[in-house]
Nanobody, 123 residues
Framework: QVQLVESGGGLVQTGGSLRLSCAAA????????MGWFRQAPGKEREFVAA????????YYADSVKGRFTISRDNAENTVYLQMNSLKPEDTAVYYC????????????????WGQGTQVTVSS
C-alpha cells in the first residue's frame, strides 16, 4: 500500500480558491489511480474527482465539474485538487485515496486513504 498525506485545506470565502495537495510515500505512486473524496458532517463520503495512472484521463462529479481540476505529478509522487469558485456546499473534509483496480467513483474500491484536510467555505 501507499501512505497518503493531504494538505492545503482551510477557510475561504464564497467564490475563493484553494489548492489541495496529497503526497504519497511507499510503493510506486504511478501504479495507482488517484481520487479525491469529501465528507460533510452527517453525510456519506462522496466522490469528487479521479485521475488515471498517467494523468491523461480525469473524472469529476457533476457538482464540481468546471470548478475543480485534478492533476498529478508522478515524479513528485503528488496529486493535486485545484478548487475554484468555491461554494458553501463544498465545505467538507477532503480525502485523497489510491486505487489499484476498481471503480473510480466508489470509495470501497480504494486501497489507501489519507487522514483528510478540512475545507470550510463561508457565505
Amino acid at each position: 500500500q501507499v501512505q497518503l498525506v493531504e494538505s492545503g485545506g482551510g477557510l475561504v470565502q464564497t467564490g475563493g480558491s484553494l489548492r489541495l495537495s496529497c503526497a504519497a510515500a511507499g510503493r510506486s505512486f504511478s501504479n495507482y489511480v488517484m481520487g479525491w473524496f469529501r465528507q460533510a458532517p452527517g453525510k456519506e463520503r462522496e466522490f469528487v474527482a479521479a485521475i488515471s495512472r498517467s494523468g491523461g484521463t480525469t473524472y469529476y462529479a457533476d457538482s464540481v465539474k468546471g470548478r475543480f481540476t485534478i492533476s498529478r505529478d508522478n515524479a513528485e509522487n503528488t496529486v493535486y485538487l485545484q478548487m475554484n469558485s468555491l461554494k458553501p456546499e463544498d465545505t467538507a473534509v477532503y480525502y485523497c485515496a489510491a486505487m489499484s483496480a476498481g471503480s473510480y467513483s466508489v470509495p470501497r474500491s480504494y486501497d489507501s486513504w489519507g487522514q483528510g484536510t478540512q475545507v470550510t467555505v463561508s457565505s
